[in-house]
């Protein structure tokens, strides 16, 4: 019995391919080959392996981008913090996503207020699992020390609320992303549109809502059951 399963096994690896020239060992006078040679070759096979391997696993893990994410705009940005980040950065949460500027006097502080409201519809555990994050239409003037200003004046939690910035042509392609509408006007105030956009773990838009002033029932409805857990 021991005979037979040894010269099955021996069989199976006089078949297996070289390492060195890509024939069958049965056919390969490996004593020709230098020991140092021999083993380079393992070490090239076996790293590449490993490399092919380990991407794969990266990109499982990861997980390719839905088609309809706004994660595919690759958009720099720079918070109340200083701190540089990607617009999809964080994913995998969900996010409430609005714009703003820090001098604006009356819309803007109703949207704070309208996004403070949300959050208190919301279960202790489902909070903290949402993050905030507020885009300045007025990059010319909106610094970091003025976007912190606010999330301090307006005792925002910026574990999980982050006001930004980008550079004026990211400002363009995020509003055409997310759908917001604004114009520059004089006195270097803008005229925009005051929507709170929804984005579900992949960045896809769930959800919208322009009502200001209390929460609207049908987003938390939307917001809670993007929540959920999976």
């Not at 109703?110 to 507020?134: F, G, M, S, Y």
């Amino acid at each position: 019995m021991n005979t037979l399963h040894e010269s099955a096994t021996a069989t199976e690896r006089d078949a297996l391919p070289c390492l060195c020239c890509g024939h069958a060992i049965a056919h390969c006078d490996t004593q020709r080959v230098p020991r140092s040679r021999l083993l380079r070759r393992i070490g090239m096979v076996l790293f590449a392996v490993l490399l092919v391997g380990g991407s794969l696993l990266t990109r499982a893990q990861a997980g390719e981008l839905p088609r309809d994410s706004t994660y595919h705009l690759a958009l720099p940005l720079v918070d109340q913090d200083g701190k540089a980040f990607a617009y999809a950065d964080g994913r995998g949460r969900v996010r409430i996503v609005s714009m703003f500027y820090t001098s604006c006097k009356y819309v803007c502080p109703l949207i704070i207020d309208t996004l403070l409201k949300t959050e208190r519809e919301l279960a202790p555990e489902q909070k903290a699992a949402l993050d905030v994050w507020l885009v300045s239409l007025d990059p010319d003037n909106d610094t970091p020390d003025a976007l912190k200003r606010v999330a301090d004046k307006r005792h925002l939690d910026t574990s999980r609320w982050r006001l930004a910035r980008t550079e004026k042509p990211g400002v363009r392609r995020l509003a055409a992303v997310l759908g917001i509408q604004y114009k520059q006007i004089e006195n270097k105030e803008f005229s925009h549109s005051s929507a709170l956009v929804l984005l579900d773990a992949d960045g896809r838009i769930v959800a919208r809502s322009d009502q200001l002033g209390a929460a609207d029932p049908e987003f938390v409805a939307a917001l809670r059951r993007a929540l959920a857990p999976r």
